[in-house]
């Protein structure tokens, strides 16, 4: 699908349409990051992701509707909200303030710094061999939801040595 325009921030998607350019020109592809200012690892965003810009909700309004490309299919609701904290992924992988294990296998939570009213972005990624990582979703947090990650969690060290 051509995109004709792209938001300058995520702070400006309004519609499903500006997530998706957003994501496809800002994100897609590998990104070389370092962590803590000095270890170099690689994260990849698969093209067909969905769940950066996407939740769960049911129903979903029609124009909100987004349905994943290739096999899985998968459906899923556009969410401003969430397309908005696009911008704090990479900062979040690079310099995490907590990691946790995910519930995939091998996957680890990275949790950003909070910003306005104690939210903060929650990145999980997945191993994809060496130094090299794929980003399955992002998705925002309050404090308390923070919190019983905390208490919950089991800590992991980030980059994984």
């Known amino acids: 699908m051509p995109f004709l325009s792209c938001p300058i921030a995520a702070r400006f998607i309004d ?3 500006d997530a998706r350019a957003y994501y496809a020109f800002r994100l897609v592809g590998e990104h070389t990051i370092y962590v803590r200012g000095d270890e170099p690892l690689v994260v990849q965003f698969n093209p067909e992701e969905t769940h950066l810009f996407t939740d769960e909700r049911n129903p979903c309004p029609p124009g909100d509707v987004v349905r994943r490309a290739g096999r899985s299919g998968e459906v899923r609701c556009f969410e401003r909200t969430r397309a908005r904290l696009m911008d704090r992924i990479l900062p979040t992988i690079a310099a995490p ?3 946790f294990r995910a519930l995939i296998p091998g996957g680890v939570q990275l949790y ?3 910003e306005a009213g104690a939210r903060r972005v929650c990145v999980v990624v997945a191993p994809a061999g060496g130094a090299r ?18 208490r919950a969690g089991s800590t992991v060290p980030w980059p994984p040595k």
Not at 133 to 150: E, I, K, L, Q, S
């Open 112 to 114: 950003g710094p909070p």
């Open 15 to 17: 519609t499903c349409e």
């Open 133 to 150: 990582w794929f980003v399955r979703t992002a998705y925002p947090v309050n404090a308390d939801g923070f919190a019983r990650a905390r």
């Open 97 to 99: 303030v907590a990691a």
